[in-house]
DNA sequence: GATACCGGGTTCTGCCATCGCT
DNA sequence: AGCGATGGCAGAACCCGGTATC
């Protein structure tokens, strides 16, 4: 144990637990039910008391720089238990590159994942490692989201999560970017993904589209995090959109599949309270519906954005003389920060540039093509 | 050569409720 | 009763550059 050797002492009674239930093929949960039994065997079954803390394993963990406290809030029944294998998941981590200080913050953050024995550790990053290349970029997931990793021991699922997803004709590519942006879509048993998939196909037809495989591989290309929603959320957006927005289907199944599909998934109030405001500063700025229908068919991005950053940049675009016919056509100056658009209006202005003359899309161009262009101009 | 259009990259976990099992 | 497994929820932008088009 060259990770944490000042505690050998400590961990002597878990190593020899370790020892016997490697070398005597016994389990380690008939291995704890076994020795709990026996340390309660003077109290009746009716009255039995929730098991004590494991004192050796709190220091053990305390030791490791884990957060006791954190731990215990997430999932108390970890501590309790006697058979466990800290020592084991954070040389194993360690091994794959992980600090102390990561493997200390998986395991506050994810208890349970001391529970995985070895062997499990190793199939599941080799599967993982079907997906992502390079140890170095599992261990920044598993530290961004320790859960996605450890939160099921079902490495078959994840296996038969693979072939569902690759059977659907997603790319490499997409399964890489599925994997690293939204790891719990392997964590979902692979029932739950099948019948997300079946929703997105059910919805293409729906709406008269022919080619529901097709349909639902666009939004889950276009939309990682749409397998980890739940359908009532993806529904509710639907038919919110389709409501507020009069869509006839051909819209729908343009809308939905393109660039709609990434804000699907927003959070049915925030959708709400979003069109809400974004409806309310429409109107006052003597705006009609159809122009609203048409800003977000282009541009479905800016019901992702709060009513406040929204209008702050409203605000910005306005004040610098920019009109709200000419956002309305080019929205996407709506995508650059409050800070930068408040940044290079300034520039600009100094500069006398004419928004109404020279136009508004020297707001959004990339930071590397403004500074070229801010050059020529003279800045 | 400059601009317009557009898609893509990055990102999103940490908590709670429920269920079935033991 | 307590546990592990699993599903679901809230919250919410910004930036870059390839390529078509003028």
């Given at each position: ?49 929730a ?11 305390s ?8 731990a215990r ?46 062997e ?6 080799a ?28 490495n078959g ?29 392997f ?20 709406f ?5 495989e ?30 507020t927005?009069?869509?006839?289907d ?8 393109g ?22 500063r ?11 229908k ?37 929205p ?11 940044g ?34 003279g800045?």
């Amino acid at each position: 144990m060259a990770l944490f050797p000042g505690i050998k002492a400590l961990l002597s009674f878990h190593q020899s637990l370790t020892v016997l239930r490697i070398s005597s093929l016994i389990s380690s949960h008939s291995v704890s039910q076994y020795l709990l039994k026996r340390f309660y065997s003077s109290s009746t079954e009716s009255e039995q008391p929730a098991a004590p803390e494991n004192e050796s394993l709190l220091q053990n963990l305390s030791l490791m720089g884990v957060d006791v406290t954190k731990a215990r809030q997430r999932q108390p029944g970890v501590l309790r238990k006697v058979v466990t294998n800290e020592q084991g998941v954070a040389q194993f981590l360690n091994d794959k590159g992980a600090s102390n200080k990561v493997i200390a913050g998986i395991i506050s953050r994810f208890p349970r994942a001391i529970t995985r024995s070895i062997e499990h550790l190793e199939t599941r990053w080799a599967l993982w490692k079907n997906i992502i290349q390079t140890d170095a970029e599992i261990v920044s997931i598993v530290d961004r989201s320790p859960e996605a990793f450890f939160r099921t021991n079902d490495n078959g699922n994840f296996k038969k999560n693979i072939d569902f997803l690759t059977s659907l004709g997603l790319s490499s590519k997409d399964l890489h970017r599925l994997l690293a942006t939204a790891p719990r879509t392997f964590s979902n048993s692979v029932e739950l993904n099948k019948q997300n998939l079946e929703f997105l196909e059910e919805i293409c037809v729906e709406f008269g589209g022919k080619n529901s495989e097709n349909f639902a591989k666009n939004i889950i290309s276009r939309n990682p995090y749409i397998l980890i929603r739940s359908t009532k959320r993806i529904r509710t957006n639907i038919d919110f959109l389709r409501a507020t927005l009069k869509l006839s289907d051909e819209e729908s199944l343009a809308l939905f599949q393109g660039r709609g599909a990434g804000i699907l998934d927003v959070s049915n109030e925030c959708m709400k309270k979003n069109a809400t405001g974004l409806q309310q500063r429409l109107v006052s700025l003597g705006c009609k519906k159809a122009d609203m229908k048409k800003l977000i068919m282009s541009y479905p991005g800016i019901l992702f954005m709060g009513t406040d950053t929204l209008n702050s940049k409203l605000d910005c675009l306005l004040k610098a003389g920019i009109t709200i016919k000419q956002i309305l056509k080019k929205p996407r100056v709506l995508d650059l920060s409050v800070q930068n658009i408040t940044g290079r209006l300034k520039e600009l202005n100094n500069l006398g540039y004419d928004f109404q003359s020279d136009g508004v899309t020297i707001l959004n161009i990339s930071k590397k093509r403004y500074d070229e262009k801010l050059k020529k101009l003279g800045g």
